[in-house]
């Protein structure tokens, strides 16, 4: 079972290596099956779903103190 600070650091980690991802993409220096448009659209879901988690934390946080 992880760490609380365990799971945070794993999540920056691969939201780091997302955003390598997209700036190799960007400069050329990675290359993708996907068109532009697919890869735009998965990126964009990935990070809906990160803000929707952070939202939920951020809902349980408040309830647990109040």
Known sequence: KL?????????????GALADLVDALAAGRAKSPLAEAERFDLVLGITCHA??????????KRLQAG
């Open 3 to 15: 760490s609380w600070p365990e799971i945070q650091a794993a999540v920056e980690a691969e939201l």
């Open 51 to 60: 803000v929707y988690h952070a939202g939920q934390i951020q809902l349980l």
